[in-house]
């Protein structure tokens, strides 16, 4: 965009492209400079500002609990003791409520989750233009600023999770258990277990790719409209920027704790003996 | 990518949101906080003044047994010292009576003595008169002489 002023779709296009990093055929090791040349880098690129966005966030979660945590009294918490064991109890809550098995890592990661996958929802808040705006200003071409609308990063998690559900379904029922939970199920016969594998390991595949899509989906949407009203004169933003923003509050809140609680069940399903 | 008005309308809409968040968000966040944290004071308060109490009330406890074991010790020597008293009491008073039928009975005794002494002396008398009757073998009026005789017996 060189100065001029860019057409409604140009403007959108704009915003929904990644800054992205990677090794085009012809320019080398670069930035990518539109949505085609990213597409030229094919899968080896990275996406600059959903990663470094999404690891920044996950700094700020990691330094808040930790010095909520290492100021901890077992008296009256003061203010943000009193927030994180809020938050805290809430999702301990959650997996007792739901995971019955015995792990330490379920609470934390769930923790993790939801404080993670709010706070880059959070991000959706912020209006649309002006992190890109200082952005181009200090000469960064692209800068889409939630990394939840980047599938990558909602994949990425959920691919995660994916990885722990295996590792729990091998470590509870062993790999012949496993093996047996996507043979002979549902019909216990012989001759259905390539029925019986079709069936289950669609199901198990759809975990993932639906615990990505709906976070991805949910908040892609929403960056969308915010967009769209970015469009709009100047002087009526507002009138729909701020319903629009008052119910997203809602809407990040509960993708967020979706997340967590599928993760929770998935994996609760995982531990579970038949 | 160039500045335009649309950083001002979204700067008007940011504005908005915050202030409604300020408005209607937050304080019900901030009150279900100060809420707990009240309750969480609350409760180690009374955690406190529970222990307190717990202290009070065993010392207390303690010091009523103490003082009722004084008490109890108090009453058990008194009922000695009581007992004593009335172990004395009645043995004075079985002197006494002891005494007094002693007493009594000696003065029953002086007295069958002395009806004694008065019947054995009428007795005398009759038998000195049948005597000087025998004696002097003649009828002597009983009654002229009787009071002569009962003198006599008098001097028995």
Redo the contacts between chains.
């Keep these: 965009m060189a100065g001029t002023n860019p057409t409604a779709s140009e403007y959108i296009q704009h915003h929904l492209q990644n800054l992205t990093l990677g090794f085009h055929p012809e320019n080398g090791l670069s930035f990518a400079h539109g949505a085609k040349e990213a597409q030229e880098m094919g899968f080896w690129a990275i996406h600059v500002d959903t990663l470094g966005w999404s690891v920044l966030l996950g700094c700020i979660f990691l330094y808040i609990f930790n010095k909520a945590a290492k100021s901890v009294t077992t008296g009256v918490p003061n203010g943000l003791q009193n927030f994180v064991e809020i938050l805290v109890e809430f999702v301990d809550k959650s997996v007792k409520e739901t995971f019955h098995g015995r792990s330490s890592l379920i609470a934390p990661l769930s923790l993790t989750i939801f404080c993670w996958i709010f706070l880059m929802n959070l991000m959706d808040l912020v209006p649309v233009d002006w992190l890109p705006m200082l952005a181009s200003s200090l000469g960064i071409e692209y800068m889409k600023v939630v990394p939840t609308t980047d599938v990558n990063a909602t994949l990425g998690m959920s691919i995660s999770v994916f990885v722990l559900i295996i590792y729990y379904s091998i470590k509870v029922k062993g790999v012949k258990g496993f093996a047996a939970e996507l043979t002979l199920h549902p019909f216990n016969s012989k001759w259905m277990i390539p029925f019986n594998f079709l069936l289950e390991g669609v199901g198990l595949l759809a975990k993932p790719i639906s615990l990505a899509l709906r976070l991805f989906g949910n908040l892609y949407a929403g960056e969308l409209i915010f967009i769209l009203i970015a469009i709009l004169p100047f002087w009526i933003q507002w009138a729909l920027s701020v319903p629009w923003a008052i119910f997203h509050i809602l809407v990040i809140t509960l993708q967020a704790f979706i997340f967590m609680m599928l993760t929770i069940v998935y994996l609760s399903m995982a531990c579970e003996d038949h | 990518?160039?500045?335009?008005?649309?950083?001002?309308?979204?700067?008007?809409?940011?504005a908005?949101?915050v202030w409604?968040?300020m408005k209607y968000?937050w304080p019900p966040v901030t009150e279900?906080?100060r809420a707990?944290?009240k309750k969480?004071?609350d409760g180690?308060d009374a955690a406190s003044r529970a222990s307190r109490d717990l202290e009070l009330a065993q010392e207390k406890a303690s010091q009523t047994l103490r003082e009722s074991k004084e008490q109890a010790a108090q009453i058990i020597e008194q009922a000695n010292k009581r007992a004593n008293q009335i172990i004395e009491e009645a043995k004075d008073q079985a002197r006494e009576e002891g005494e007094r039928l002693i007493t009594a009975a000696k003065a029953e005794i002086d007295q069958e003595v002395n009806r004694a002494k008065e019947q054995l002396r009428a007795q005398v008398a009759l038998l000195a008169v049948r005597g000087a009757e025998q004696i002097l073998e003649a009828s002597i009026d009983e009654k002229a002489h009787s009071e002569l005789v009962n003198k006599l017996a008098a001097e028995l």
């Design positions: 990518m160039n500045l335009n008005l649309t950083l001002i309308g979204q700067a008007i809409a940011f908005i949101f409604f968040c968000v279900a906080m707990r944290q969480i004071a180690l």
